[in-house]
């Protein structure tokens, strides 16, 4: 697989879409973090490691009625592109509506934890 990041996100994305109780998907820690992030701020929720020797990644969507919580979700940073910003940098999403998840120095969090914290970092996804 060549961008993890980008296949995690598209799998929320296809399984919102279809209305899916939940997704699994193969396990690695950098996508659990992004995973849990996004489950911390409601747009998720449960996130558990299943297996001992292959783990995978089981995630829950959350739904409003029938239409799902994530209404837009966008990969920033690629691997042919990679985009880095400082704290003062730190792109909104819709004016503060949705959420921005970085990779900083001290983990993966939201643009206002890394604001907070004056930690810039990898932009990795915008989610709203």
Same mark, same amino acid.
């Given at each position: +697989?060549?961008?993890? /990041?980008?296949? !995690?996100?598209? *799998? /929320? %994305?296809?399984?919102?879409?279809?209305?899916?109780?939940?997704?699994?998907? @193969?396990? #690695?820690?950098?996508?659990?973090? /992004?995973? &849990?992030?996004? #489950? $911390? =701020?409601?747009?998720?929720?449960?996130?558990?490691?299943?297996?001992?020797?292959?783990?995978? !990644?089981?995630?829950?969507? $959350?739904?409003?009625? &029938?239409?799902?919580?994530?209404?837009?979700?966008?990969?920033?940073?690629? @691997?042919?592109? %990679?985009?880095?910003?400082? #704290? %003062? =940098? /730190?792109? $909104?999403?819709?004016?503060?509506?949705?959420?921005?998840?970085?990779?900083? @120095?001290?983990?993966? +969090?939201?643009?206002?934890?890394? *604001?907070?914290?004056?930690?810039?970092? =990898?932009?990795?996804?915008?989610?709203?």
């Amino acid at each position: +697989m060549h961008d993890p /990041i980008s296949d !995690l996100l598209t *799998r /929320i %994305r296809n399984a919102g879409t279809a209305g899916h109780a939940d997704l699994s998907l @193969p396990h #690695s820690a950098f996508k659990e973090s /992004i995973a &849990r992030v996004l #489950s $911390r =701020e409601g747009y998720l929720g449960s996130v558990d490691v299943e297996g001992d020797v292959k783990k995978s !990644l089981k995630i829950s969507l $959350r739904y409003q009625g &029938r239409k799902s919580v994530i209404t837009g979700l966008r990969q920033v940073s690629t @691997p042919g592109l %990679r985009r880095y910003v400082n #704290s %003062r =940098e /730190i792109p $909104r999403v819709l004016g503060g509506m949705g959420v921005a998840v970085l990779s900083t @120095p001290k983990g993966v +969090m939201t643009d206002v934890q890394a *604001r907070k914290n004056k930690l810039g970092g =990898e932009v990795l996804c915008f989610v709203w």
